[in-house]
C-alpha cells in the first residue's frame, strides 16, 4: 500500500509503516463496536483516510515541534496519520463523541504516541477556554461543515499568525464565496487552495490554507448549537 505513498512523493519509513498497519487493523476491529467509518477496504482505507490525511505533508510548512489541533477529529483523522508522519508534533484531538476519542486512546497506546491531547466536548465550549484559546500554530480540521461555520468554530483556536488547514473537495468555490464575511470576522485571510489528486479513481482533495492576521472578537464562537443554526 506504501506504493500509492511513494507516487505523491512522500517517504513514508518502515516503522511508520507498521504504525500505520496496526492503526488499520484496530480501526477495522473496533469499527462495529465504535461505529468509526463506513471505509473497511484495506487500500480504501489506505487511499482515503491515511493518504488523504497526510497530503498536507506536501505543503510548505514544518509540523514537528508545533502545536496542531484537529477539530472533529472522529476516529482520529487526520490527527493521528500526521502524528505518525510528524512524530515530534504536539498535537490535539476535538471531539463530541466521547466513544471515539476513547478509540483514539487506544490507537495512542497501541501506537506508542506521546505529546497527544484528547478532548471530549464541542469546539464552541473550548474555544472559549484560556488554555485553548490563541494557542495553537495549526488547526485542522477534515470533512467537518461548511467553511463558514468551520471558520468560527476553528479559528479561535489559531494564534496570531497561525494557519487553518481545511481539507475540502467538491464545493470548494461555493463555500469560499458564502464564507466572505465569516473571514472578515475571524480576522483571515485566504492564503492559497491546492488541489491534490488522489490515487486511481479516488477524486480530487482541496487544501484550503487560511491564515489568522488579527486577535477575533470574545464573543466568538457563540454558544453552542449558534453557530450551526445561524453561521457567518
Not at 489541533?69 to 505518525?84: M, Q, R
Not at 494557542?135 to 479559528?155: H, N, T
Not at 485571510?189 to 482533495?205: N, Q, W
Request: aromatic fraction near 10%; glycine fraction near 6%.
Amino acid at each position: 500500500m506504501m506504493n500509492y505513498f511513494d507516487d505523491l512523493g512522500i517517504q513514508v519509513d518502515d516503522i511508520k509503516s507498521r504504525q500505520f498497519e496496526i492503526f488499520y487493523k484496530l480501526l477495522i476491529e473496533e469499527n462495529e463496536k465504535y461505529n468509526l467509518t463506513a471505509i473497511t477496504e484495506r487500500k480504501d482505507v489506505y487511499i482515503k483516510h491515511f493518504l488523504d490525511s497526510i497530503l498536507v505533508e506536501k505543503l510548505d510548512f514544518e509540523f514537528n515541534g508545533k502545536k496542531v489541533i484537529d477539530i472533529g477529529t472522529g476516529a482520529g483523522f487526520p490527527a493521528i496519520p500526521l502524528k505518525i508522519m510528524n512524530p515530534q508534533m504536539r498535537i490535539t484531538g476535538l471531539d463530541a463523541l466521547n466513544k471515539r476519542i476513547g478509540f483514539i486512546k487506544m490507537v495512542q497506546k497501541e501506537l506508542s504516541l506521546k505529546d497527544i491531547e484528547l478532548i471530549h466536548g464541542r469546539a464552541e465550549d473550548f474555544g472559549q477556554m484560556t488554555k485553548y484559546r490563541e494557542q495553537y500554530d495549526f488547526a485542522v480540521s477534515r470533512a467537518v461543515a461548511e467553511l463558514r461555520l468551520l471558520l468560527e468554530l476553528v479559528m479561535p483556536f489559531v494564534n496570531v499568525g497561525g494557519y487553518f488547514i481545511a481539507y475540502k473537495s467538491l464545493k470548494t468555490k461555493t463555500e469560499l464565496e458564502d464564507a466572505t464575511h465569516a473571514l472578515n470576522e475571524m480576522k483571515s485571510k485566504l492564503i492559497d487552495i491546492v488541489e491534490f489528486k488522489l490515487p486511481e479513481d479516488f477524486g480530487t482533495r482541496d487544501m484550503m490554507i487560511i491564515q489568522k492576521m488579527g486577535k477575533i472578537n470574545n464573543k466568538y464562537p457563540r454558544k453552542p448549537g449558534i453557530p450551526k443554526k445561524s453561521p457567518l
